[in-house]
């Protein structure tokens, strides 16, 4: 292991998906200038990722995911890190309560707010007797000391305009947009197989449920789950007996791009979605992406241009009814419009971006 040899640090919260945050950590780490401290790992994830060789986990015991996530803080917290870096790099919202030398240069990336201080009414349901708990007891506190800490970085970045705006209103902090990278030379359009994929996390706000409840009705029409999450198990039980609606969890890079690749289009309906970046992932490879006419969403889809933007309200019958309406020939036009429109998202002009500010 050679952790410690490098310049600049990256802390990043843990690594449970294959989510758009873990990608953007990838590249930073494939530059070779970073290592790497990360709060826990499931499923083998680093090693799969190839982010070992310069890592450094706060949790390899086996205490359950929630049993982690309680003590993530905390492990941050007492992070005692005894090499100075030049530049410490947060992602995440509980890495940011790692002590950092007072003249080294701190960064945090924000990929999203935590929704159940934030945002808890609009995520969360009150028959979430744990959630509402935790929210009920502990926001107020954690929203003071999380604000507290933004203000000791030199830069606050984000992932879009809206999570910029979501910044400034809850936090009163101004923070720079920096999308983040999507790996163009990974994600090819291969052909067009008549199903979609949902390559989302499984998570609450991911409207999941209401994509299964569509195609349930609707046998003709085949999807993909990939990913997983904390709504997996749930999901797949309401699943169960419809040979239509197919999971596929946690696949190889390899195997993901060939499943993408070969579809006609994504949906990703998750609500106030910061960013994204599974929607862009879709684009990249030529297909289409059906969205939420909300949150970053509206910052990368052009209705009927490189996808198609439904109205949250009455979602289930809006998404029915495009469903019922679309063509293969349609999408299989868009696909031009899908590549070229997702190039300004590429991994250099990231990397170029956050140059500017490591230094």
């Given at each position: ?88 790099l947060m992602s995440g919202n509980y ?77 009163e902090l101004n923070a720079k947009v ?182």
């Amino acid at each position: 292991m050679s952790f410690g040899k490098s310049k600049n640090l990256i802390i990043h919260d843990y690594f449970e998906n294959f989510g758009g945050g873990e990608r953007l950590i990838k590249v930073l780490y494939n530059t070779g200038i970073f290592d790497l401290v990360y709060g826990f790992e499931k499923n083998n994830l680093i090693k799969k990722l190839n982010l070992n060789k310069k890592s450094l986990s706060l949790d390899q015991s086996k205490k359950s995911i929630l049993h982690k996530k309680i003590l993530l803080k905390k492990n941050f917290e007492n992070l005692d890190i005894k090499k100075k870096y030049n530049c410490y790099l947060m992602s995440g919202n509980y890495s940011i309560f790692t002590k950092i030398p007072t003249h080294s240069r701190k960064i945090f990336y924000c990929h999203s707010l935590p929704k159940i201080f934030f945002e808890f009414e609009k995520f969360y349901k009150n028959t979430d007797i744990i959630k509402k708990f935790i929210n009920f007891f502990f926001k107020e506190k954690f929203v003071k000391e999380y604000i507290k800490r933004l203000k000791k970085f030199d830069e606050i970045l984000c992932n879009s305009i809206y999570t910029q705006k979501k910044i400034k209103k809850f936090c009163e902090l101004n923070a720079k947009v920096i999308y983040p990278p999507i790996q163009t030379f990974t994600f090819k359009w291969i052909s067009q197989k008549n199903y979609f994929i949902s390559n989302s996390r499984h998570e609450i706000g991911k409207n999941l449920e209401i994509i299964i409840n569509v195609f349930k009705k609707k046998p003709e029409l085949k999807i993909y789950f990939t990913s997983y999450g904390s709504q997996t198990n749930y999901l797949k039980s309401i699943s169960k007996g419809f040979k239509n609606i197919i999971f596929k969890d946690f696949l190889s890079e390899k195997d993901y791009n060939i499943l993408l690749g070969n579809s006609c289009a994504t949906i990703n309906i998750s609500s106030k979605e910061d960013f994204g970046m599974a929607a862009l992932e879709g684009l990249s490879a030529g297909k289409p992406a059906i969205v939420l006419n909300e949150g970053g969403y509206l910052e990368t889809i052009k209705h009927n241009f490189n996808g198609f933007i439904i109205n949250k309200n009455d979602l289930e019958n809006q998404l029915s009814r495009l469903l019922s309406t679309l063509k293969l020939d349609k999408l299989y036009q868009m696909k031009g419009n899908c590549i070229r429109s997702v190039k300004k998202f590429n991994e250099k002009r990231f990397l170029i971006n956050i140059n500017k500010f490591i230094k």
